[in-house]
């Protein structure tokens, strides 16, 4: 699904305006080693960036799914997600930087700056945090409703 959106998002943005000259991450332009990043570099980029944006929105997956599982209404969990998405990005200060959305929207910007190693990686075990406590929690549920095991 990530390549075919990737390739999508490159196709419409190619038959509509273009081939540009130079890589741009929100409006500005991304270099590497002092010179403007062109043409294949800019597209590894791109994919390692969107491929990077799988593993957060698997650990909000696993929360989502619990919330499902306690809730089990449709409008709950949507209503959830949805809550997250609005309010999350409004907290302040330290606990910012464990809101899985927060991590959602910021760790695919990571794997562009070469020089974010340890942001990198206190990020994804925030994320595996995420989804063994969740992933646990569901099977706990499930066991307790007697319903899949």
């Known amino acids: 699904m990530v ?3 990737t390739i999508t998002a490159y196709g419409t ?3 509509f305006l273009g081939w540009g000259e130079q890589l741009m991450v929100q409006g500005e332009p991304l270099f590497s080693k ?7 570099e800019g597209i590894m980029l791109t994919y390692t960036a969107a491929f990077a944006y799988i593993l957060p929105v698997f650990g909000f997956a696993m929360l989502l799914m619990f ?3 306690l809730s089990l209404n449709v409008g709950i969990t949507i209503g959830s997600a949805l809550a997250l998405f609005i309010f999350a990005p409004l907290l302040n200060g330290g606990i910012t930087a464990y809101s899985i959305v927060h991590i959602m929207n910021a760790f ?10 340890r942001e990198i990686l206190f990020d994804t075990g925030i994320i595996f945090v995420y989804i063994v406590i969740f ?6 549920f499930i066991k307790k409703k007697d319903v899949l095991l």
């Open 108 to 117: 695919p910007a990571l794997f562009i700056n070469q020089e974010a190693s």
């Open 135 to 140: 992933y646990i929690g569901s099977l706990i």
């Open 67 to 69: 919330i499902a599982l």
């Open 3 to 5: 390549v075919f959106t």
């Open 34 to 40: 002092g010179g403007s990043i062109y043409g294949g």
């Open 13 to 15: 943005g190619f038959f």
